[in-house]
């Protein structure tokens, strides 16, 4: 593969991330074809650019960083919107409600869909910090914003999610499992 040939020896810590970068785009745009897209375009960027990278343990934070910019020309080019920094933090929808009952696999759909339904800037910092682990300095780094914006953001995506799949956790506790008769 091209990929293989361009990334694999020379610079292996570029291509290893691609799965990271897959799972942050598509968190971020829940499409996969453009979440492949995003990830390939940062790599490429990546590559042209890795002369510009001073400290290699700050690669996975650079390259999150690259696709970042990526995803933001993404939704330039769509023009689906004035300015991405006039998007209120406030949820997108609020009728509809996770699945009441919901075994293992239905309750990742439901965090999913929960999650689908945040605001942008609260899931691109949802994501970077719960679950790829990232510093709130990094993350200030990736989406260039202040820091006091990671935790103010952090804070409103885990209320949002908490009420939005609350309702599911309320309800499958209240509905017993066996009932009485007579």
Known sequence: MLSRLLFGPSRPGIEALRPLLYRIA?????????????????????????????????????????????????????????????????????ADAPEVRCDRERVIACVREAVARLPLGQRQVLTLVDLEEFSYADVAAILDIPVGTVMSRLSRARASLKSLLNPALQQSAVQPLLRRVK
């Open 26 to 94: 598509f968190a971020w745009c829940h499409d996969a074809a453009l979440a492949d897209d995003l990830v390939q375009e940062a790599l490429s960027k990546g590559w042209k650019r890795r002369a510009q990278l001073r400290d290699e343990a700050a690669l996975k934070a650079w390259m999150v960083s690259i696709m970042n910019h990526c995803w933001l020309d993404h939704l330039r080019s769509r023009r689906d919107f004035d300015d991405i920094e006039d998007w209120q933090d406030e949820l997108e929808s609020a």
